[in-house]
């Protein structure tokens, strides 16, 4: 698939929900789509960036694009119609690397793992890193789903116009997606 073909591919969809590991390309990935389809793009501080109610709330709106990494574990409540969630591929060794960069791991993750155990409890202490807890859990949750959703790798972003290649984004800010 290319970008393209997943933005036509999107324009049947009110709700767009742009989830993944943190630092997989969510918060370009939403904000692109945004611009590309004319829809609104909720960042997930708008909503409480860990609040689970503040995201599913959100979903009483159409015509949206919500980046939301931190509420993954969450996705399989959705029940809104016309919706779907895009998880974002995106190699884990580029991720923890990102990770690091920003100081993200471990405080975050163990953050992360925490929301994570009140499901599945203790099993989550095997993980050493949230890229690899994440996906692990997506495949199991993504059975359960009662939206669309697409598994998109990161290289699908390299399509768009907006596009700024890993050397130039080195000293990137947390939420940054542009020079």
């Known amino acids: 698939m290319t970008y393209n073909d997943l ?9 767009i929900i742009v989830s993944g590991p943190q630092r997989s390309g969510t918060t370009y990935a939403a ?9 609104k793009h909720i960042d997930e501080q708008e909503f409480g960036t860990h ?3 503040g995201f599913l709330n959100v979903l009483s709106q159409e015509n949206i ?12 409540q959705i029940q809104s119609q016309n919706t779907i969630i895009l998880w974002m591929d995106r ?6 690397k ?5 100081d993200w791991h471990p405080h975050w993750f163990n953050v992360e793992k925490n929301k994570y155990r009140t499901i599945y409890g203790d099993e989550v202490d095997k993980f050493e890193r949230n890229s690899l ?18 598994d ?12 700024i290649s890993k050397t130039q984004r080195k000293d990137f800010g947390v939420k940054q997606i542009q020079l």
């Not at 933005?7 to 709700?15: A, G, M, Q, W």
């Not at 904000?31 to 829809?39: G, K, N, P, R």
């Not at 694009?65 to 399989?76: E, I, K, Y």
């Not at 998109?152 to 596009?163: H, R």
């Open 7 to 15: 933005i036509s591919k999107l324009h049947s969809y009110s709700r």
């Open 31 to 39: 904000f692109t789509l945004s611009q590309d389809l004319e829809y």
């Open 51 to 53: 609040t689970a109610e």
């Open 65 to 76: 694009v919500v980046q939301c990494p931190a509420v993954s574990h969450v996705l399989d």
């Open 91 to 96: 190699d884990n060794k580029d991720i923890a």
């Open 98 to 102: 990102s990770e690091d960069r920003i």
């Open 133 to 150: 807890m994440k996906k692990h859990y997506w495949n199991i949750q993504k059975q359960n789903l009662k939206t669309d959703y697409l």
């Open 152 to 163: 998109i790798p990161y290289s699908i972003l390299k399509e768009t116009k907006g596009f």
